[in-house]
């Protein structure tokens, strides 16, 4: 297996278009998991650490723009994420332990498109947009068209992801991303994501996002404007709730049965609402 | 031979070695088949036991799931590289004083977790040790006593 790291974005676009069947690899977490089950073996492996301007979390005018490199323990630590952008934050201090913190990547977290993973959710609740370089330079795709089906995103061949911007979101907004486990540090059994803004007891603004209970993240604009000035009631959260149920398409595997997915849906929005009533 | 094979030097428990490696090989395949140091455990091979777990410049990582070829230029450290010659290091001396241990299995990975936490949180609360002991799994001890050897360690720091 061939090993190229490259040391700007052109290169490395270059390696991937030049070499047959080259994989990204970014913590590897993923992939060499998957090498060493046999899933998979490339024939050339692009390494990204060395790849510069990829790496780390800065601010600007918009919010934030994260680095495909950042590994999740940077995330996790970081002060950036205030307002609604939180809920990223939280992610990233629910994945795993701390050591696959230490290796896993942002990037790598997404373009792998597990559905039971916890950015592809926080970053549709945070309203993200990924940044995608190619051939042809660079081109943003939102979070919300970024997953494609179980493992498949809108990343085209020789393209790889070089960051995430987050926007700042309403000034005034919370977030909070809360999972069902088997044991501590799995994947999710379902995961949700939620920003909410809130104006005395009324809630402003509301982005929901489901994990694992289709292939691709859940969000329904009918499910946040449901949400949206209401007093977040059990009725309201219930009624929310009721069209996600609806809009899944769980499956039942080790981790739960597609009832069971079916049934946490309202109660983990109701955990995250709380929560976020508590923080606000 | 693969003529994929690159020469890479890796720097582990201190000393630079240089290797002829495939791009796939993890550093668990290295430090074990090529360097003949078996004190790291190949338990899942898939990230989740924590058996093989080595420090790269100080952080705990999964062996099983770095590539040596992204490790040159890092600082590597193994089990073999925590004691002091025949001087054990403190948290491998508390192992063994609380009985830490009864197969050994998880121990190099538990030892190497330990160190690293507690270098950087040298007065941890006992929730703070299991939760950083939390990627680490023993089928035997039921954690406790590794749990009171890492205070015991700690309190010894802050005494
Ligand atoms: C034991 C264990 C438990 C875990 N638990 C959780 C969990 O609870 N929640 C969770 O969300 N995740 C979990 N993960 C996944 C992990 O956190 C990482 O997100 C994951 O490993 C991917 O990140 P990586 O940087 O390691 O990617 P890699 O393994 O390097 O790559 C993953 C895939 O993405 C491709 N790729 C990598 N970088 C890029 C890029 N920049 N552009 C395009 N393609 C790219 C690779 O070719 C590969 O196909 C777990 C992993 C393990 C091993
Ligand atoms: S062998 Fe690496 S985590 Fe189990
Ligand atoms: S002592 Fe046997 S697995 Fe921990």
């Known amino acids: 297996m061939k090993y190229f790291e490259p040391t700007s974005i052109d290169e490395a676009v ?28 490339p024939s050339t492996l692009v390494g990204l650490r060395r790849v510069s301007g990829i790496e780390g979390i800065t601010k600007n005018q918009q919010g934030l723009r994260i680095g495909a490199m950042t590994t999740h323990a940077t995330i996790a630590k970081s002060g950036l994420f205030v307002a609604g952008m939180n809920v990223i934050n939280r992610a990233a201090n629910q994945i795993a332990h701390p050591p696959i913190r230490n290796m896993g990547t942002i990037g790598g977290s997404i ?4 559905p039971a993973a916890d950015f592809p959710t926080a970053l549709i609740a945070a309203n993200a947009s990924i940044e995608v370089s190619g051939m042809d330079g660079q081109r943003l795709i939102p979070a919300d068209e970024f997953f494609l089906g179980y493992y498949e995103t809108a990343v085209a061949e020789n393209e790889f992801v070089t ?3 987050v926007p700042k979101g309403p000034e005034n907004a919370v977030g909070e991303h809360v999972k069902v486990t088997r044991v501590d540090g799995d994947f999710a059994t379902v995961s949700v994501s939620l920003v909410l803004a809130f104006n005395e007891n009324q809630c402003s603004y509301a982005r929901i996002a489901v994990g694992a209970v289709a292939a691709t993240p859940l969000h ?23 069209l996600l149920v609806k809009a899944s398409d769980p499956i039942d595997d080790v981790r739960g049965s597609a009832n069971y997915r079916r049934a946490l849906i309202p109660r983990l929005l109701k955990r995250a609402v709380s929560l976020l009533k508590t923080d606000a | 031979m693969s003529t994929d094979k690159q020469v890479i030097t890796l720097n582990i428990n201190g000393e630079s070695i240089e290797l002829l490696l495939d791009g796939g090989e993890t550093l668990l395949e290295t430090v074990r088949e090529q360097l003949g140091m078996t004190g790291s455990k190949r338990g899942c091979n898939q990230g989740v036991c924590g058996a093989c777990t080595m420090l ?5 990582v999964r062996g099983c799931l770095a590539l040596s070829s992204a490790c040159s230029d890092r600082s590597i450290t193994t089990i073999e590289g925590i004691a002091d010659g025949l001087n054990l290091s403190p948290i491998q001396e508390a192992m063994v004083e609380h009985g830490g241990l009864q197969c050994g299995f998880c121990t190099s990975g538990m030892v190497l977790t330990l160190s690293a936490f507690l270098a950087e949180n040298p007065k941890p609360t006992r929730e703070q040790v299991r939760h950083a002991l939390s990627g680490n799994l023993c089928r035997c001890t039921g954690y406790t006593k590794i749990v009171h050897a890492a205070m015991h360690v700690a309190e010894a720091y802050s005494a």
């Open chain 2, 56 to 60: 790269v410049d100080g952080e705990p």
């Open chain 1, 14 to 41: 270059a390696i991937l278009a030049r070499e047959d069947d080259a994989r990204c690899v970014s913590g590897g977490a993923t992939l060499v998991a998957m090498m060493n089950a046999d899933l998979l073996s």
């Open chain 1, 163 to 165: 960051a995430i911007l």
């Open chain 1, 111 to 114: 373009s792998h498109a597990d």
């Open chain 1, 220 to 242: 329904l604009d009918e499910a946040d404007a449901v949400l949206t000035d209401s007093a977040l009631t059990d009725e309201d959260i219930d009624n929310a709730a009721a």
